[in-house]
C-alpha cells in the first residue's frame, strides 16, 4: 500500500509565478503574477529563482491572512544543487523547514508531505513550494545559456515558475485526498536528451499503483495530468495505459503539453521542470476545480532522479513520479 | 514492469531525426562561413601578407561569433546551422564566450577564469595530443 488518505487536509491558499514564455502560452490568462523577465532585476539567475520563489510563498501567505512565523512547517524543493534555492530561501522563513529533492516530482511530493504533517502531525498550516528557473536549470544539467547546440527532437524546455501552496486542516473549497508514493524505477535508459520517456515508467508504475490502491480507474476522475513527459513521453504513456485497456477519454493529460503552444513556441517537446507540474496545478487546475468545471483530478508529479556524473560515467537515468489527488469539497 | 517492454514501446515512439536537413543546413553554414572568410582574406592580402591576412579574419570571426554570444544571437544560429557554426573556429569562440558569461557570477578567479575552458577545454587537449602524435610520426617519417 502506497497511497495514504487524508481526511481533513484542505487548501487554504495558492499563488504561482511565472516567467514571460509561460504567460505567451495557451495558459498565459491563468497566470497573474508574471516576472517580466528571467533576470527579476537580480544579478544572478540562481538569485532570480529564489526572488521568484519568495513572491509565490509571499503572495500565498497574503492570501490566507498568515504571518511568516504562524506556519508551522514548510516543505520546499527545487533542482538546484544542494536544494540552494529553498534553503537560502527558507532563512527568511523563520518556521521549521525540510528541503525534498524528487527533481521534477517535486510539486506532488511536497504537496503530499505537506498533507502528511497536516494528517498525522497534527499541524494547522504547513506550507509548501517548490519551482525551478530555464536559465538556473540549464547551467546545472546541461550547457551554458549561450551555448550553441543543436538541441533534439527529444528536448524539452525547463518552465520558469514557482509555485507555494499553504495547507491547512480548516475547511475550505479544495481539499488534498490521496498521496500515492511513487517507487524509483530503472528501466535501463540513459538518454538525458530524452527525459520525457525516462519518466514515462515511473508515471505509468505511480498511476497503476494508485489505481489499485484506491480501487479507482479513469471513470472516477475528471482530469488525470503527469508532470513533464512532454509530447514524445506523453504518446509512449498513453499506449502504456491503453495496453491496460483503460478508457482515455481525453482525461489523460500532460502538464508540459499544457503550459506551451508547442506548434508555436520554440519549446521542442514541452515544458519541464518542479515548476511545470506546480504552476499548471495551481495556475489553471486547481482554479478549475474552484470553478466547478471539474471535481476531482489526479496530478503525477515526474522527475529524472539522476546526477550528470553519474550519467557521465554511463549509469542509468532512476526516475520516479508521485501522485496527488485534489477535490473540491462541496 | 518489464523494462523489454518498456524499451519496446519506447522504440514505437522514437522521433524522426532530420539528419539530412541538418547536414545540409551545415553545410551551407560552414559553407557561407568560409565564401565569406575568403572574400575577407581576398580583400586584405593587398594590405597584408597572405598569412597575416588569414590571421586577422580567423580573429575576426572570433570576435564576431563572441559578440553574437553576448547578444544572444549565436544560439539561435546555432540551432538552425549546427555543425555549420560549430566546426570552424567560430563554435570555439562561443564555447569560450559562453561560460565566461555564464561564470562571471562567481567572480573573476573562481568564475570566469577557471570555467571559461570548461567546454573549450577538450579541444585544447586533445588538440595539443594529436599534434604531438601526428608530429613524431612526422619526424619519424622523415628520419627513415
Known amino acids: ?108 511530493l511536497v504537496i503530499g508531505e505537506g498533507a502528511i504533517a497536516i494528517e498525522h502531525l497534527n499541524m494547522k498550516n504547513v506550507l509548501s513550494f517548490t519551482g525551478s528557473h530555464i536559465a538556473s536549470a540549464e547551467r546545472q544539467f546541461r550547457y551554458p545559456n549561450e551555448y550553441g547546440t543543436q538541441k533534439k527532437e527529444t528536448s524539452t524546455t525547463t518552465v520558469t515558475g514557482a509555485g507555494a501552496i499553504v495547507l491547512s486542516n480548516e475547511f475550505s473549497a479544495l481539499r488534498v485526498t490521496h498521496f500515492t508514493i511513487g517507487r524509483v524505477i530503472d528501466w535501463q535508459f540513459s538518454d538525458v536528451n530524452d527525459m520525457g520517456k525516462a519518466m514515462v515508467p515511473a508515471a505509468y508504475d505511480t498511476l497503476l499503483s494508485h489505481f489499485q490502491d484506491t480501487k479507482r480507474t479513469f471513470d472516477d476522475y475528471d482530469l488525470i495530468v503527469t508532470g513533464d513527459l512532454g509530447k514524445i513521453g506523453y504518446a509512449m504513456m498513453s499506449e502504456c495505459v491503453e495496453e491496460q485497456r483503460f478508457q482515455l477519454h481525453n482525461k489523460l493529460n500532460d502538464c508540459g503539453i499544457m503550459i506551451y503552444d508547442l506548434n508555436h513556441q520554440e519549446v521542442y517537446c514541452g515544458g519541464s521542470g518542479c515548476g511545470c507540474s506546480m504552476v499548471v496545478t495551481i495556475g489553471k487546475l486547481l482554479k478549475d476545480l474552484e470553478d466547478k468545471k471539474m471535481k476531482r483530478i489526479l496530478l503525477i508529479a515526474t522527475g529524472c532522479v539522476h546526477s550528470p556524473i553519474l550519467v557521465q560515467q554511463k549509469e542509468n537515468i532512476p526516475t520516479v513520479a508521485h501522485a496527488i489527488c485534489f477535490e473540491r469539497s462541496q | 514492469m518489464n523494462p523489454m517492454k518498456m524499451k519496446e514501446i519506447s522504440r514505437r515512439h522514437q522521433p524522426v531525426t532530420h539528419k539530412g536537413r541538418n547536414a545540409v543546413m551545415a553545410g551551407i553554414g560552414g559553407g557561407s562561413l568560409a565564401c565569406l572568410g575568403q572574400w575577407a582574406i581576398n580583400r586584405l592580402t593587398g594590405i597584408y601578407s597572405p598569412s597575416d591576412a588569414a590571421t586577422l579574419v580567423m580573429l575576426g570571426i572570433i570576435l564576431i561569433a563572441a559578440l553574437l554570444t553576448g547578444f544572444g544571437i549565436y544560439d539561435k544560429l546555432a540551432q538552425i546551422f549546427g555543425g555549420g557554426l560549430f566546426v570552424p573556429i567560430s563554435g570555439f569562440a562561443n564555447a569560450l564566450a559562453s561560460s565566461a558569461m555564464e561564470c562571471r557570477s562567481e567572480g573573476f578567479i573562481f568564475g570566469i577564469g577557471s570555467n571559461m575552458f570548461k567546454l573549450a577545454g577538450s579541444v585544447i587537449t586533445y588538440g595539443i595530443v594529436s599534434a604531438l602524435i601526428f608530429s613524431t610520426l612526422r619526424y619519424g617519417w622523415m628520419l627513415l
Open chain 1, 1 to 108: 500500500m502506497t497511497t495514504l488518505e487524508f481526511k481533513n487536509v484542505f487548501v487554504r491558499s495558492k499563488a504561482a509565478v511565472v516567467g514571460p514564455m509561460e504567460k505567451a502560452g495557451p495558459l498565459g490568462s491563468y497566470f497573474e503574477h508574471v516576472a517580466e523577465n528571467l533576470h527579476l532585476s537580480e544579478n544572478s539567475f540562481e538569485k532570480a529563482e529564489r526572488a521568484m520563489m519568495e513572491e509565490a510563498i509571499e503572495i500565498a501567505l497574503r492570501e490566507a491572512h498568515l504571518k511568516k512565523h504562524q506556519i508551522d512547517l514548510a516543505y520546499g524543493g527545487d533542482l538546484m544543487n544542494q536544494n540552494a534555492t529553498s534553503n537560502y530561501l527558507a532563512a527568511q522563513l523563520q518556521c521549521p523547514f525540510i528541503s525534498v529533492y524528487g527533481a521534477c516530482s517535486n510539486a506532488a
